[in-house]
T-cell receptor, first 113, second 115 residues
Framework: DAKTTQPTSMDCAEGRAANLPCNHS???????VYWYRQIHSQGPQYIIHGLKNNETNEMASLIITEDRKSSTLILPHATLRDTAVYYC??????????????FGQGTTLQVKP | DAGVIQSPRHEVTEMGQEVTLRCKPI?????LFWYRQTMMRGLELLIYFNNNVPIDDSGMPEDRFSAKMPNASFSTLKIQPSEPRDSAVYFCASSLAETGPYEQYFGPGTRLTVT
């Protein structure tokens, strides 16, 4: 499984875009990039996932570089409620998937007023 | 949908007692996962089921832990006997095969304290 590297922590001003990077330089062709977040004292929350095309949903956008070695999760207008630990996880989807999510240390995003 | 439901939300017990944690997955989901979270070890997968069948229990710490899924709408995680090092937050999650096992929806967790 490809390893991911994320900054330990980041700050963002309320109302501004939060851009959270993730490096996955050893990603293979059938591995997807998943993003989760965990707000304090709550269970992790699925945000978005993608393979190679950029993806957008009501929560965020996921930008994956053309070589797929890195990605960026974008929260377009961060609010105080977006303060959380954000996890980038790479997994095989389809034949060969194990069902296991492996959570690393993630990035602690602090949104400030 | 109510989401994943876990009970109890908090459990305080004495060492040596049996503890049973309960989970009701989202209706229609066919994967169910049990995780444990501690400050030291982070979030770790204990066991998961697909269509009520245990698929991978390699994360279960030892024989004191057992999990069952008697039907599609209910699962239990039992610790017998409990020890202080079992103190943690235990999360249950479920997902739909159609969207892939990694799009998981987590419950609010059970905070277990063993004294």
């Amino acid at each position: 499984d490809a390893k991911t590297t994320q900054p330990t922590s980041m700050d963002c001003a309320e109302g501004r875009a939060a851009n959270l990077p993730c490096n996955h330089s050893t990603i293979s062709g059938n591995e997807y990039v998943y993003w989760y977040r965990q707000i304090h004292s709550q269970g992790p929350q699925y945000i978005i996932h993608g393979l190679k095309n950029n993806e957008t949903n009501e929560m965020a956008s996921l930008i994956i570089t053309e070589d797929r070695k890195s990605s960026t999760l974008i929260l377009p207008h961060a609010t105080l409620r977006d303060t959380a630990v954000y996890y980038c996880i790479v997994r095989v989807l389809g034949s060969g998937n194990t069902g296991k999510l492996i959570f690393g240390q993630g990035t602690t995003l602090q949104v400030k007023p | 949908d109510a989401g994943v439901i876990q009970s109890p939300r908090h459990e305080v017990t004495e060492m040596g007692q049996e503890v049973t944690l309960r989970c009701k997955p989202i209706s229609g989901h066919d994967y169910l996962f049990w995780y444990r979270q501690t400050m030291m070890r982070g979030l770790e997968l204990l066991i998961y089921f697909n269509n009520n069948v245990p698929i991978d229990d390699s994360g279960m710490p030892e024989d004191r832990f057992s999990a069952k899924m008697p039907n599609a709408s209910f699962s239990t995680l039992k610790i017998q006997p409990s020890e202080p090092r079992d103190s943690a937050v235990y999360f249950c999650a479920s997902s739909l095969a159609e969207t892939g096992p990694y799009e998981q929806y987590f419950g609010p967790g059970t905070r277990l304290t063993v004294t």
